[in-house]
Each structure stands twice: as structure tokens, then as C-alpha cells.
């Protein structure tokens, strides 16, 4: 069984902003393309354009409707990938070592080359973060993109994971949760950030800012645009008036 580390130098993560999702898959298909072309063994699907596709995703994204307890209803679009949790039960149950915590920086990953394919660490997952490959026989995982964050020869603006550099909504962020200053720190404290499913003793690095409540009244969003911008017209549009009004 593989140990996890009593502590690491940084604990890199991210802040899902749930309230500013919206639903679209961007992280979905960036994630896939990325560690497709870049990392370990491709994403392979299995009959892809068939009448029962399946394929191996890093990252999915679940909508609900939800009600809460004061305000209107309203949908809410839930992106899911690996917490990298500190007490992670995915990496104490594997037999061979092949998953891991690193001490450097947090990050749960899998070594593929140790991996046996038993599912062990899929069955021990509460979030259903990992998925079994089908082609290469080995468990996959987000990596918060290992290959990108450190690549030197990236642009620093890439330097982050695919799924927050390609969120047109700005819903996802990245940074280090060891640093109180950091950019993901802040917006955990400000906002509210609350980890998945506490009661299950895991302590996911990853945190979600929950949706704001929406309002219950009707808004007619049309209405700032329909104000007349004067009282009398002036310029051409009195004389147009007075011509059309034949006086």
C-alpha cells in the first residue's frame, strides 16, 4: 500500500466557481484534447460514433436543477475531476504504489507503468473521479495538467491547467492553497469555498464557491434599452417627427 506524505511544500489546486458556469464543456474537450496528444497512454473511446459510445473523460460536468430554501429555482452546472485530497483513500488502497501523492506540490497521480488495472482506487474514490481505460488497461486521473504547469518552453500565461486556460466563463482558477495569499486562498475566503462532501474525511484541496442566490422577481432585461433617451426630439428626429405628424 502506498503511504501519503504528512505534509507537501504546496498544495496546488483548484476554485470551481458554480456560479459562474454555465455549463458549456469547454473544460471537458480541452481537458480530453490535452492529455490525448500530451500525457501517458491517449483518452481512448470505444465505439465512439456507434449506438453505444463510451470513452475515458478526466473531467465531466453534471447540471442540476436545484431549489433552494429562499429564492426561485435555478440550474446548476457542476464540473468534476480529481480533489487531490490531502487524506486521498485512493492512494492508500493501492497495491502496487502505482497511485500516489506528491510531496512537492499535493498533486494525486498515477504512475502508469506500477498500474495493474485492479480498479482499487475507482472502488475507494467517493467522487468517482477515476476512470479505467479501456484500451490501455490502466487507471486515468486529472493531473491539474503536471505536463504544463512546469513546461518551461509554454508561454506563462499557459502554465496552467487546460481546463481553467480555455473557460471562456473564467468559472475555473488555479493556484496554491498553501500560500494564504494566492489567488485561489482569497477567493476560497471571500466567496465561501466549502469542500466536497466534508463529512467523508478526505480534505480535497479542490474547493467549489457556491451559485449566489437568484432573484425571484421578473426582470425585463430589454427595459434600460426602451427608455427614451429625451423627452422631446431634437435635430433631424424633430424634424422627421413633424413631417410624419404633418404639422
Excluded at 460536468?61 to 457542476?78: K, L, N, R, S
Excluded at 497521480?109 to 476512470?131: F, K, Q, T
Aim: hydrophobic share 30%.
Amino acid at each position: 500500500m502506498t503511504e501519503l506524505p504528512t505534509s507537501t511544500d504546496r498544495k496546488l489546486g483548484l476554485v470551481i466557481d458554480l456560479d459562474t458556469c454555465v455549463g458549456c464543456h469547454a473544460c471537458v474537450v480541452s481537458c480530453k484534447g490535452w492529455n490525448t496528444e500530451n500525457y501517458g497512454a491517449p483518452l481512448s473511446d470505444q465505439d465512439a460514433y456507434g449506438a453505444a459510445p463510451q470513452g475515458t473523460f478526466l473531467n465531466r460536468v453534471h447540471t442540476y436543477e436545484v431549489q433552494p430554501p429562499e429564492g426561485a429555482a435555478q440550474t446548476v452546472h457542476f464540473p468534476k475531476s480529481c480533489l487531490h485530497c490531502d487524506d486521498a483513500p485512493c492512494v492508500t488502497v493501492c497495491p502496487t504504489g502505482a497511485s500516489y501523492k506528491r510531496s512537492e506540490d499535493g498533486i494525486v497521480l498515477v504512475n502508469e507503468n506500477d498500474c495493474i488495472g485492479c480498479g482499487l482506487c475507482a472502488w475507494a474514490c467517493p467522487y468517482g473521479a477515476r476512470e479505467l481505460d479501456q484500451a490501455a488497461g490502466v487507471m486515468k486521473k486529472c493531473t491539474l495538467c503536471v505536463d504544463r504547469i512546469y513546461n518551461e518552453n509554454l508561454p506563462e500565461e499557459d502554465r496552467v491547467p487546460a481546463c481553467v486556460r480555455t473557460c471562456p466563463a473564467g468559472a475555473r482558477h488555479f493556484g496554491d492553497f498553501a500560500d494564504p495569499e494566492s489567488n485561489v486562498s482569497q477567493l476560497s475566503r471571500e466567496r465561501g469555498g466549502m469542500d466536497l462532501m466534508p463529512e467523508l474525511g478526505t480534505n480535497p484541496v479542490n474547493k467549489y464557491l457556491p451559485p449566489r442566490p437568484k432573484q425571484t422577481e421578473e426582470i425585463d432585461i430589454l427595459a434600460p434599452f426602451l427608455t427614451p433617451v429625451a423627452e422631446e426630439p431634437k435635430g433631424f428626429l424633430k424634424w422627421l417627427d413633424k413631417a410624419l405628424g404633418g404639422d
